[in-house]
């Protein structure tokens, strides 16, 4: 009896306690005031409940005799109080149940995990009051098949329907926030894939308007074999795990990828990525398959911009350098590499970071551009790792490809260049300091940003000195030849032309002594700089015929050489009552005087025929 009157006592205490609460309640906001559970003691429920408000209750579980019903059927009201919602997890794992009927109640909300692992489930008829449905509401509901959006509802959670394979959904039109077509879940305007419903669909054309693809969306469609992404920018987590898909078209809008996306397909297990084992879609890394456990920014491929969710998670590498093309460094991209000790990033401004990028990895450095690495360690994406954002420096080794050495030297990552020499060379013009015996890229020079993020050797590229060639022709006709040349020019100079002449050879110098110049190689190391070079001709000697024009005439010679451009004298002929006035061309051109002296230099380019010139004597008689 003792026993029993402690129970009533304590069934009294409660009771008043809930009747004191209640009447507390009444005088506060209902959106003020705390949950309290709500326990049918009396059994006249079959549900467990939960005061919202003075009038309102929701859900949080079933009696274990109404677990094995198969069919629930929510009611409008609960000793009195209106059923506005069922909180989380509140019929997890019944496996009776086979069909929820909201219908006739005021829901208002679904928790998450609400309906979770209830793989038995069939049909669920929403009410039409019902607002919000939570997290992974219908998580591992395997059999559920049909499910009508209503007209209110205007927030469903991610992954509300996560491994609801067999679903079909339908969304009143009248929803403004939520649409569907062929039982496929859309977010209203259709920019936003939500599920994926078809079991028996091959090949899927993502619609144009589609810019996201939600987490689990097409996960375990194993019929599924070609997607189409078109223009997706995002896709969740999961979204075609353990999917059938071979071949992926489009894409190359993507900038977004969650963990796990791809993981399971077989266009994952077969994709060995490029070169460097990184397997990229679009403009994100989706996976690294390397085997090098130091990655070199080089490695990433050009256009890349984003290192997805779990991109290198549990991988053993020690090293990486990020590329300064990554803007995003998404969610756990790092997770668990326990063996990374150094990430230099090289972003000159910090990317964007999602949540636990380095989980794992905190007793390392990260190394950022020096010229910004308080904007780094004040950034809210990098805030996780202030304390071990450094900058680091790096030694750079020269050669100096035959120029005077140059002493090894350090400068630190994206700062300023500093400390970098010049070399010095006979004869050659020192150009610039590369990364490569090529010589291609960039030359590093100071009061540039030094971008390396490793030990490097330089090497000195040479251009040799121009030296400026010109000519003096003297009289001779110009000819195309070298304006330049320098101590690796191999250039011939060719010959010029004079009337009258023979083109002897190009010298040095005007007195034409030293060696004739045929070809730039022939000047030497001792002597470069600019040059002019002078041309020698020597004269054409040409024969000339003398005619005495007159049978009588006596003439010593009657042919002569002469050399072009020289003054000449020709032999004298004597005519009995004549006088000898000089030697002419047929065309009456006197070329000597009447003592045979030339009247001006040979220029005459060719043998020639002289004629005596005479006058009749004139004599006085007395």
């Known amino acids: 009896m003792k026993k029993i009157g402690f129970i009533t006592i304590l069934i009294s205490m409660l009771v008043f306690v809930f009747i004191l609460t209640g009447c507390l309640e009444k005088t506060k906001n209902p959106e003020e005031t705390e949950t309290k559970e709500y326990v049918d003691l009396e059994n006249t429920s079959f549900f467990v409940t939960r005061n919202i408000s003075y009038e309102e209750v929701e859900i949080i579980g079933i009696k274990l005799d109404v677990a094995l019903e198969s069919t629930i059927n929510i009611p409008s009201t609960i000793e009195g109080k209106t059923v506005v919602g069922i909180a989380d997890n509140a019929f997890e794992n019944c496996l009776s149940i086979t069909t929820i009927n909201l219908n006739d109640a005021a829901i208002e909300t679904i928790g998450d995990y609400a309906f979770l692992d209830c793989v038995n489930l069939v049909n669920v008829i929403l009410s039409e009051s019902l607002l919000d449905l939570g997290e992974c509401a219908f998580k591992n509901c395997s059999s559920l098949k049909n499910i009508s959006i209503p007209t209110n509802l205007r927030n469903i959670e991610e992954n509300a329907f996560v491994n609801c394979d067999n679903i079909f959904i339908q969304v ?233 050495a140059i002493e090894e030297c350090a400068e630190t990552f994206y700062s300023n260049i500093e400390n970098i020499q010049e070399s010095s060379k006979p004869y050659y013009d020192f150009e610039g300091w590369y990364d490569n015996t090529e010589f291609t890229g960039t030359k590093l020079q100071n009061g540039e940003f030094w971008h390396y993020d490793s030990n490097i050797t330089l090497y000195a590229n040479w251009i040799p000195t121009k030296y400026v060639l010109s000519y003096i022709y003297n009289d001779g006709i110009k000819v195309s030849n070298p304006i330049d040349f320098n101590c690796e020019s191999n250039l011939a100079i060719n010959e010029s032309n004079k009337i009258g002449y023979n083109f002897d050879a190009w010298y040095e110098n005007s007195d034409f002594t030293g060696n004739a110049i045929t070809n730039t190689s022939q000047f030497v190391d001792t002597n470069y700089g600019h040059k002019t070079l002078y041309a020698k001709f020597n004269p054409i000697t040409y024969k000339v015929n003398l005619d005495k024009n007159a049978d009588n005439a006596i003439l010593s010679l009657d042919m002569v050489e002469v050399d072009f451009g020289t003054s000449f004298t020709l032999p004298i002929p004597e005519r009995e009552g004549y006088n000898f006035e000089g030697w002419q061309t047929s065309e009456e051109f006197r070329f000597t005087t009447e003592k045979g002296e030339s009247v001006k230099n040979w220029d005459v380019a060719e043998d020639t025929t002289l004629f005596a010139r005479w006058r009749v004597k004139s004599y006085i008689i007395t």
């Not at 999917?243 to 489009?250: A, E």
């Not at 969710?309 to 093309?325: K, L, P, V």
């Not at 090289?346 to 450095?365: A, M, S």
């Open 172 to 404: 009143s039109s009248e929803n403004s926030c939520y649409s569907s077509n062929k039982g496929i879940l859309f977010n209203k305007d259709k920019t936003k894939l939500i599920k994926f419903s078809g079991n028996s669909i091959t090949e899927y054309n993502v619609p144009i308007m589609v810019e996201e693809i939600s987490n689990f969306a097409f996960a375990n469609k194993s019929n599924l074999i070609t997607i189409n992404l078109n223009n997706v920018g995002t896709i969740g987590q999961g979204a075609f795990y353990n999917s059938g898909i071979t071949t992926i078209l489009g894409g190359d809008s993507l900038n977004r990828a969650g963990i796990l996306a791809f993981d399971g397909t077989t266009w994952m297990n077969n994709n060995s990525g490029d070169n460097n084992g990184m397997v990229t879609l679009g403009k994100v890394l989706i996976k690294y398959k390397g085997i090098s456990n130091n990655i070199a920014s080089t490695m990433f491929p050009l256009g890349i911009t984003t290192i997805g969710e779990g991109a290198f998670i549990n991988t053993d590498i020690i090293e990486i350098s990020i590329s300064e093309n990554i803007d995003c460094i998404q969610s756990s991209a790092f997770y668990a590499c326990n063996n990374l000790q150094s990430v230099t990033i090289r972003r000159l401004y910090p990317p964007v970071l999602g949540e636990n990028v380095f989980q794992g990895y905190l007793n390392g450095k990260i190394y950022v551009p020096a010229t910004n690495i308080e904007f780094y360690q004040n950034s809210i994406f990098m805030s996780e790792y202030k304390n071990i954002i450094s900058t680091k420096q790096f030694n750079i080794n020269f050669q100096s490809n035959g120029g005077t």
